[in-house]
């Protein structure tokens, strides 16, 4: 099947949706990435409220401990960003050129047939409910608008299973916005260290990002159409709160975003955010227990508030500064 797929009401609703976004944004660049966004029917480029420079928030994590012999920095990042922003500083080029290795999110996606299979294997389930039924029928009005200007044809979204679909909508979302996942900054980090012939690993595969979406339990996966759904109209304000906290390194906003939405579900924050961060940390002390320099690249979500994976490391004993 050929899929041509493209990720707030009031104050309250906008930072809720935009977290949604923030979690959401690596798998959007996915499957933006991947080739299989629709095709943006925005007339006119978007004028987004966003800072074009900034400094966004880095960290240094040195041991304390004698098996603790490597150094790491640590950056937030956004995945899917606007033309022309100037996110690196002086700072951030010295940590680089001292990194020996960079450690992302998920290492593959430059395979864009093997990641378009990955997710339609995921994706596609058969017996499917109709997509217009796993919304409230007060929502299928609204509904009907968010899938006739993703250009998603309604029967691809039916075979979809609910994570997906919400996925795809609110990725054509971010198309129609004018963000390009070329310009995401891990994109612009693997073409870095590769040009300087350095090494490039991932803490996920391709299959295990999806995977947490896709074993979702159905309730968690609706409640997150819906909130694509019903959080549409404001994709603007919510990217331009989500962009301006981060590219500003203001923390404590990204957190009070992070406190709000999806992840306000115990089980949802455990599955998408928290186990996620465990793992990462212990992977990270593995390295950390070996001579070298890491630039850690990850989502800013995942660095951020009482479960980021700086916290972890720091409970292992690592002294971590926040640099910028």
Not at 43 to 63: F, H, I, N, R, Y
Not at 82 to 104: F, G, H, M, Y
């Amino acid at each position: 099947m050929n899929l041509h797929l493209s990720i707030s009401r009031r104050y309250d609703q906008i930072r809720a949706m935009t977290y949604i976004r923030l979690l959401l944004g690596m798998f959007a660049a996915m499957v933006m990435g991947a080739g299989l966004s629709a095709c943006s029917n925005t007339a006119d480029p978007v004028q987004l409220d966003t800072a074009s420079e900034g400094k966004p928030s880095l960290w240094k994590v040195t041991g304390t401990r004698p098996e603790q012999t490597g150094t790491a920095y640590m950056f937030g990042t956004i995945h899917i960003l606007p033309k022309d922003v100037n996110w690196r500083t002086p700072l951030l080029e010295t940590a680089i050129s001292q990194s020996d290795e960079l450690i992302i999110e998920v290492l593959g996606l430059e395979d864009t047939v093997g990641t378009a299979k990955i997710f339609t294997k995921l994706a596609i389930s058969p017996d499917q409910p109709e997509i217009e039924t796993r919304v409230k029928p007060s929502l299928r009005a609204d509904l009907n608008s968010v899938i006739d200007k993703s250009k998603i044809p309604t029967f691809a979204l039916n075979r979809m299973e609910s994570w997906a679909a919400a996925l795809s909508l609110a990725s054509a979302q971010s198309s129609n916005l004018g963000l390009d996942a070329n310009e995401g900054v891990e994109k612009k980090l693997v073409a870095q260290f590769g040009k300087l012939k350095k090494p490039i690993v991932g803490l996920e595969t391709v299959e295990q990002q999806l995977g947490y979406f896709d074993t979702l339990p159905e309730m968690q996966q609706r409640a997150m159409l819906t909130s694509v759904v019903e959080e549409a109209a404001d994709a603007k304000t919510s990217f331009e709160d989500l962009f301006n906290a981060w590219i500003s390194g203001d923390g404590d906003a990204i957190v009070e975003i992070s406190n709000t939405g999806i992840l306000e579900d115990p089980e949802t924050r455990e599955k998408l955010l928290v186990a996620r961060n465990r793992d990462w940390d212990e992977q990270l002390d593995r390295k950390l227990q070996k001579p070298g320099t890491y630039f850690v690249a990850v989502g800013t979500a995942h660095l951020v508030g009482p479960d980021a994976v700086q916290v972890m490391l720091e409970k292992r004993g690592y002294k971590i500064e926040k640099i910028q």
